[in-house]
């Protein structure tokens, strides 16, 4: 939960962060990760992460240590490699108050437990895995909604089955079928044109579609009560709550 609101905020809202100087205790572990990096002591880096580590959608978060440590070379090429072991964690590191520390403009994260937290870098391995996973799952829908430009979110609730797709050009696309069905039938329901909505610096967001008087909101909860689901779904008419439904997230 903790990593998820530091990736969501690389994302919007880094260039608006103000840093500030970079304590010594935090510069030793800093430089340790530089160490380890220019090493390539996959291990070392692997004891530094704190798990999943996520990736960019539809590539698979990593797991644990072993999986990292499979991957690593798919995250660190030459490129990032060099810009970590190039770095100075007096001069190149940030410390970003509670959202931890970062290196640049957001490359890296590091919490102020020395916990790497988010690998904001896609290699060029990771950037093709990317293209064929898409490709991969553009078969596994009904053809009716098979083009899109990215993947964004499967959900279900008691109900519904629902996928949301990024069409380009901030246009996404709401599809539902009932709980029973596969996404490979026809869908139930399909809308485009959503909005994507932020929802403070937490990394809480939704996606809002409109259908005549109905309006369908998908609300993506990385910040809540300790009991918060990880997504809700809730359909208003008229301006009138008239379902409201938690959601978990589906591996594509």
Sequence with gaps: MKKLIYITLVIFSVTSMSGQELKKEYQKFIQTFINNVKGDKKEAIANMISYPLKRENPIPAIKNKTEFIKRYSEIFDA???????????????????????????GTIWIDT?????????????????????IISDKNKVHSSISKFKNPVYSLETSKFRIRIDDLGNNNFRYASWSIKKAMTEKPDLVIQN??????????NH??????????????IIFLGEKDSPPARLVITQDGKEILSQNAKFVPR
Aim: glycine content about 12%.
């Design 194 to 203: 959503g909005k994507f909505i932020a929802e403070g610096t937490g990394g």
């Design 206 to 219: 939704r996606y809002e579609f409109k259908k005549g008087n109905y309006v369908y909101e998908c609300s």
């Design 113 to 133: 437990d020395g916990k790497l937290i988010a690998v904001n870098y896609q290699s060029k391995l990771e950037k093709d895995l990317k293209n064929k996973l």
């Design 79 to 105: 490129d990032l490699k060099k810009e970590i072991t190039s770095s100075k964690p007096d001069k190149d590191w940030s410390e970003m108050g509670w959202r931890g520390i970062m290196l640049n403009d």
